[in-house]
């Protein structure tokens, strides 16, 4: 069956790999899941209207953790397509105060160093959600087919959106850059591990990730290992 996801990858800027925002059809419009960094706002914008996205057309932004690889453009594209950015309350603060330990236990030296030297997530990337959101939240509402499910471990907001073809969006609790993986930068591997038990209760056939390939679910649980 054709997914009803488009994905849209991105580069990052300084060599630092390619980000994947996702782009859902609904009944009447789109909701775009996540965002990518500030260096691509064009790219994204031209990925939108190819796909027939227009300002009016963009029901909503939806942001599956609050790091400035994924958030980086919610504000500029909520501006422009006047539509709303919802993402879990628990990442928030990274992107109301561009702490990208708001929600997190340890202070990471990798991420800290690019959001505020290099990426500088700077007052004018910075934004208020307008709504916070967690399991029971309705994207039918906004004309897509999808549950959102809380999978905390790479940040404490961290969500993963399941479209009933079994794809999951999974932000950044997996990666693919090499091979299907925990992501590298986990900030609470319980947590991250009581994710992965829970969504071994849903039917999932795809994961698309924020960095690299969509993998298949199940050749990645039978070999996962805690
Ligand atoms: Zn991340």
């Known amino acids: 069956m054709a997914s009803a996801v488009q994905t849209i990858h991105l580069r990052m800027p300084f060599n630092l790999g390619a980000v994947n925002c996702f782009l859902i059809k609904g009944k009447n419009g789109f909701v775009l899941i996540d965002t990518g960094t500030s260096n691509n706002q064009g790219k994204v914008e031209k990925a939108l ?40 309350a ?45 399991e029971d939240f309705d994207l039918y509402a906004y004309g897509v087919e999808a549950q959102i499910i809380h999978i905390p471990g ?27 993986a925990l992501h590298s930068i986990i900030d609470d591997l319980k947590k991250a591990n009581a994710s ?13 990730p924020g960095h690299g390939d969509a993998f298949k679910w199940e050749e990645f649980i039978n070999t996962w290992e805690r």
């Open 196 to 208: 992965i038990e829970k969504l071994m209760e849903y039917k999932i056939k795809n994961v698309l």
């Open 154 to 180: 790479h940040s404490g907001g961290s969500i993963g959106i399941l479209n009933p073809e079994g794809e999951l969006i999974c932000g950044d609790l997996f990666e693919n850059v090499k091979t299907p």
């Open 49 to 88: 209207s190819d796909a027939g996205c227009h300002p009016g057309g963009l029901k909503l932004i939806l942001l599956t953790h609050g790091d400035f690889d994924h958030a980086g453009n919610a504000a500029y594209l909520r501006k422009v397509y006047q539509t709303s950015i919802a993402m879990h």
């Open 90 to 134: 628990a990442d928030s603060g990274m992107v109301e105060w561009g702490n990208m330990f708001a929600s997190r236990k340890k202070a990471n030296g990798f991420i800290g160093f690019l959001a505020t030297l290099i990426f500088g997530f700077g007052r004018a990337k910075r934004f208020k959600p307008d709504l916070l959101v967690d």
